[in-house]
């Protein structure tokens, strides 16, 4: 069976990065991230690899809703002009690139529903929670930085909400790390009760007259932000991908 790793890349070059004191300081950037890679593919020894990049094009959730991640933190600039090093130097360690036009998410997104769709596995290297709704037998997401597995029970249990409930929860309560609204003056507490009641956003909205007048109304107001929330949330899995899987095959399951 296939077993595809897949590497958000500017989630870990980002944070590898980070632990430099001179965020200017570039040097032997490639080599530590060279490293984090062999120490991924040394755990799970996958039969293919890739590591998929964040592209310049402006997102269509940003032409959607333009404060979507309003706030972040810009690259360095040492470290974008550093990234084509570190895509040639991954190549030579037999790590290949996929460049995403704009969020990387997505094409991770596809790939790992397209591995999973050939009956073989996908393991998305990421801390991005927005995996996770994806998760399941054929497909798994690893912290490298902790070195555990982001599990569906673990933010079952956080959320208060079912894995078949995630995408509506956050179209109710939203997430600051992305500035995705939700509705106004309903909180995670909130959006997971009334999803414990009514299991379905669209349930929620089709029961109003059995919900308190206050609360009835901050969602009646807030339909629209649920709306667009909803989509922005969504990953989505049909990107056009002008690859093919053996480009990504792993120096060890070729010396086999």
């Known amino acids: 069976m296939n077993t595809l790793l897949i590497i958000d890349g500017l989630n870990l070059v980002r944070r590898i990065h980070a632990a430099q004191p001179n965020e200017n300081d570039v040097n032997g950037l490639a080599e530590r991230v060279g490293s984090a890679c062999r120490k991924l593919l040394k755990h799970h020894q996958p039969s293919h690899v890739a590591i998929v990049w964040d592209g310049d094009a402006i997102s269509w959730r940003k032409q959607l809703f333009a404060d979507y991640k309003k706030g972040r933190k810009p690259m360095p600039d040492a470290l974008a002009k550093e990234l084509p090093n570190i895509k040639v130097y991954l190549a030579s360690q037999g790590v290949n690139s996929i460049d995403a036009q704009s969020e990387a998410d997505d094409v991770i997104a596809t790939l790992a529903t397209k591995i999973k769709d050939a009956q073989g596995r996908a393991i998305i290297v990421s801390t991005d929670k927005g995996f996770i709704p994806l ?18 029970k ?10 078949s409930q995630f995408i509506d929860f956050m179209a109710l309560a939203g997430d600051s790390g992305n500035k995705i609204p939700g509705v106004p003056g309903i909180g995670p507490k909130s959006a997971a009760e009334l999803l414990k009641t009514f299991r379905t956003l ?3 909205y089709s029961s109003l007259d059995k919900i308190g007048t206050k609360q009835a109304k901050k969602l009646e107001e807030g339909k629209p932000m649920a709306r667009l929330s909803y989509k922005l949330v969504q990953l989505q899995t049909d990107m056009p991908l002008n690859t093919n899987l053996a480009q990504f095959r ?7």
């Open 135 to 152: 998760c399941g037998r054929s497909i798994s997401q690893w912290d490298h930085f902790n070195q555990i597995e982001l599990n569906v």
């Open 154 to 163: 673990d933010r079952e249990q956080k959320l208060g909400v079912e894995q």
């Open 202 to 204: 669209a349930n929620i």
């Open 250 to 256: 792993t120096q060890q399951s070729q010396a086999t």
